[in-house]
């Protein structure tokens, strides 16, 4: 059997609402986590996107994970990922789950974490890639 992942990622507010409604419908938050990635050009550093992930899982949607993130610079987002076996599948039960959390009204974020941190003139400039590149 062969899996696809959807996944969409929405601006978000404030988390402790979400963490609110999450509990209420018994989604169990997992360990939190943060993550580091650099980003280069040219052997140029053109940021760093630092993001703390929380996971959420329910014990009867196992293809379904809720992640809250923080991403320094940049605020708190929500990403709904649910795997399937038909992307239509995918789709439409990640919509019910959005709808579910009350998320449909969150703004649709399209573009990657780097490219926002970007935008928003948080690229750092500080120096070329550390040599062992």
Same mark, same amino acid.
């Given at each position: 059997? /062969?899996?696809?992942?959807?996944e969409?990622k929405?601006? @978000?507010?404030d988390?402790a609402? @979400?963490? /609110?409604?999450?509990a209420?419908?018994?989604w169990?938050?997992?360990?939190?986590?943060?993550?580091v990635?650099?980003y280069?050009s040219r052997?140029?550093?053109?940021?760093?996107?630092?993001?703390?992930?929380t996971p959420?899982?329910?014990p009867?949607?196992t293809?379904?994970?809720?992640?809250?993130?923080?991403?320094?610079g940049i605020?708190?987002?929500?990403?709904?990922?649910?795997l399937?076996?038909?992307?239509?599948?995918?789709?439409?039960? @990640?919509e019910?789950?959005?709808?579910q959390?009350?998320l449909?009204?969150?703004?649709?974020?399209?573009?990657?974490c780097?490219?926002? @941190?970007?935008?928003r003139g948080?690229?750092t400039?500080?120096g070329?890639a550390p040599a /062992?590149l």
């Amino acid at each position: 059997m /062969s899996w696809i992942e959807v996944e969409r990622k929405r601006e @978000l507010d404030d988390p402790a609402v @979400l963490r /609110s409604r999450l509990a209420a419908r018994d989604w169990r938050p997992g360990d939190t986590s943060t993550e580091v990635d650099t980003y280069y050009s040219r052997m140029v550093k053109l940021c760093q996107v630092e993001k703390t992930r929380t996971p959420f899982a329910h014990p009867d949607r196992t293809e379904v994970t809720v992640v809250i993130d923080h991403v320094a610079g940049i605020g708190w987002f929500v990403e709904t990922e649910v795997l399937a076996e038909k992307t239509a599948e995918a789709q439409l039960l @990640l919509e019910h789950i959005e709808q579910q959390l009350s998320l449909s009204d969150c703004s649709i974020v399209r573009l990657p974490c780097r490219d926002l @941190l970007l935008q928003r003139g948080q690229a750092t400039t500080d120096g070329p890639a550390p040599a /062992s590149l």
